[in-house]
């Protein structure tokens, strides 16, 4: 069983329209935990970083938001765009270790 | 563009061979990581370098060894090449060595076994 878990695999959307990506993680403890957009065969771009201690942490059109409790976060994209097509990935980081440990992925696409 | 280089973009080999695949990290990162990207996986770390010196090691094959340089450029090889190492390969690099540093990710190079 995956350590970070994401939800949906895959989402079709408008453009325009909202949507909300999940991810369970089981990694305890840990000291931050992280989401990037990756564009198909490019290199994966930062969006949010979130110590355990932080709810949420907003980027633009992008908030992640963290409950440690459940052990879940989400990715909240407002308003999307054609360019926000691409895989979303939560990354959770295991406390005192800097290897990160990926989730599979949201691949997103933004139809007009 | 995130200031990381990799080199080749595209490299296509056959089975048994050997590949050497580069990073250049950003300038002043200390910190260089690599990771594999197989078609059906997601993102796994393979090996990370702080200022020379190897800080910690993930999924990575007795056949691949890393390396960092006196310059801070990294070079990941290859050995023994099988049909499954097939994949892109990412290199990112941080300011420093911990967790806390947003890691920078390269462009990837896209290897090809046949």
């Known amino acids: 069983k995956n350590q970070v878990e994401q939800s949906p695999q895959s989402l079709i959307i408008l453009e325009g329209k909202n949507c909300t990506l999940q991810c369970n993680y089981t990694v305890s403890p840990f000291s931050n935990l992280r989401w990037y957009k990756q564009d198909t065969g490019r290199g994966p771009v930062s969006l949010t970083i979130m110590t355990f201690s932080e709810n949420t942490k907003s980027n633009g059109r992008y908030t992640a938001t963290l409950d440690a409790d459940t052990k879940q976060s989400s990715l909240h994209i407002t308003a999307s765009q054609l360019s926000d097509s691409a895989s979303y990935i939560c990354v959770v980081i295991p406390h005192n270790t800097d290897k990160l440990i990926f989730g599979t992925g949201t691949r997103l696409q933004v139809f007009p | ?114």
Do not use: M
């Open chain 2, 1 to 114: 563009d995130s200031g990381v280089t990799q080199t080749p973009k595209h490299l296509i080999t056959a089975t048994g061979q050997r590949v050497t695949l580069r990073c250049s990290p950003r300038s002043g990162d200390l910190s260089v990581y690599w990771y594999q990207q197989s078609l059906d996986q997601g993102l796994q770390f393979l090996i990370q370098y702080y200022n020379g010196e190897e800080r910690a090691k993930g999924n990575i094959l007795e056949r691949f060894s890393a390396q960092q340089f006196p310059d801070l450029h990294s070079e990941l090889n290859l050995s023994s090449l099988e049909l499954g190492d097939s994949a892109l390969y990412f290199c990112a690099s941080s300011a420093g060595g911990g967790q806390t540093y947003e890691q920078y990710f390269g462009p990837g190079t896209r290897l090809t076994v046949t």
